[in-house]
């Protein structure tokens, strides 16, 4: 699995804010389509993945692949049942910006087909999106869990350990 490539695009992407407001990111896929989230995952529980700064990166790559793996692949000892979207979106701020074309054609050439297809590229006013957010850190990615009917239930942010997956995990369950 290319998930490396993925933590890339965070690189130049420029307190628990959880239930504080509703999430709403409309943004283009890869194979350019316009989807806004989380009403594409309509009916389904969805994360959201936001990063917003190089010194995430590290961070963000150490949590990709087991939140993939256990949440959407459903591999491994006991494995929530509760079907799953998740989505990354790469938040180009400042003069990162100017990368959002090049990184969205370094995703569709490198990047595994099933992940590049839940990349959501966002041209919005970056800072404003950040802040609905409640991002309080731009340097940690930051891991929004919501429900079906898309509410958000919980938020993770940090750098990844499996309590924190497992809080993610038990969040959809609820």
């Known amino acids: 699995m290319r998930l490396i490539p993925i933590a890339a695009l965070f690189t130049l992407a420029a307190a628990d804010p959880c239930c504080a407001q509703t999430i709403n990111i409309t943004g283009e896929t890869v194979d350019g389509r316009t989807i806004t ?8 529980h969805c994360i959201i993945a936001v990063a ?6 590290p961070m963000l790559e150490a949590w990709l692949e087991p939140v993939y793996n256990r949440l959407v692949l459903k591999s491994g000892l006991m494995v929530s049942d509760v079907d799953c979207d998740l989505w990354l979106v790469p938040v180009f701020t400042g003069m990162n910006k100017v990368a959002y074309g ?6 569709k050439a490198e990047a595994d087909p099933d992940i590049a ?11 404003a ?7 309080k850190n731009l340097d940690e990615p930051y891991f929004f869990v919501l429900g079906p009917d898309g509410a958000r239930k919980h938020t993770e942010h940090g750098t990844y350990n499996v309590d924190k997956l497992d809080a993610l995990e038990e969040a959809l369950e609820k």
Not at 52 to 57: D, F, N, P, W
Not at 117 to 127: A, G, L, S
Not at 129 to 135: N, V
């Open 37 to 44: 989230l989380p009403q594409v995952s309509a009916g389904k």
């Open 117 to 127: 297809q839940r990349v959501v590229f966002v041209k919005d006013d970056n800072t």
């Open 52 to 57: 917003a700064s190089q010194k995430a990166e």
């Open 129 to 135: 999106l950040l802040d609905a957010l409640g991002m």
């Open 102 to 107: 090049p990184m969205m054609e370094r995703l």
